[in-house]
């Protein structure tokens, strides 16, 4: 990625219930920051020397999208420049372990995966341009 990411946003099915979008959106932080460690602030300590670990240091809009509209930003993400996205899709909801998932993924065209949920960052124009028309989840 050429610059650092200006921009974060995870978008949610529509459809997910509370606890599955409450899952989705710690997968996606914990990959995101598993990926991209310099994401993550310094570690600091509070005026009483109290010590905080790092958070991810800019914010996260969470959105929320038809299942039609995560299939075509997912696709559309594929030809962006400075932009990446980290997925979740039926097979990764489907399989009990990760070694599972990847084996799954192989045998499954790219064609019929559902996504779940998305995280892209990067260049802020590149996101807004793809999620402009959804709203907050």
């Not at 602030?41 to 299942?67: C, Q, T, Y």
Request: aromatic residues 8%; hydrophobic residues 40%; proline residues 3%.
């Amino acid at each position: 990625m050429p610059k650092k990411p200006e921009k974060c946003v995870f978008i949610l099915s529509e459809k997910l219930s509370k606890g599955l979008a409450l899952n989705c959106t710690a997968l996606l932080g914990s990959s995101l920051g598993g990926q991209y460690p310099s994401l993550i602030g310094e570690n600091f300590e509070d005026a009483d020397g109290v010590f905080h670990m790092g958070l991810l240091s800019f914010p996260v809009a969470i959105l929320k999208a038809r299942e039609e509209e995560l299939i075509q930003i997912r696709h559309n993400a594929l030809e962006l420049e400075n932009t990446k996205c980290i997925d979740l899709t039926n097979v990764s909801q489907e399989s009990m372990k990760y070694e599972e998932l990847v084996e799954r993924a192989s045998k499954t065209r790219f064609s019929a995966f559902k996504y779940i949920a998305l995280s892209l960052f990067g260049d802020s124009g590149e996101i807004n341009d793809l999620t402009k028309n959804l709203k907050l989840y």
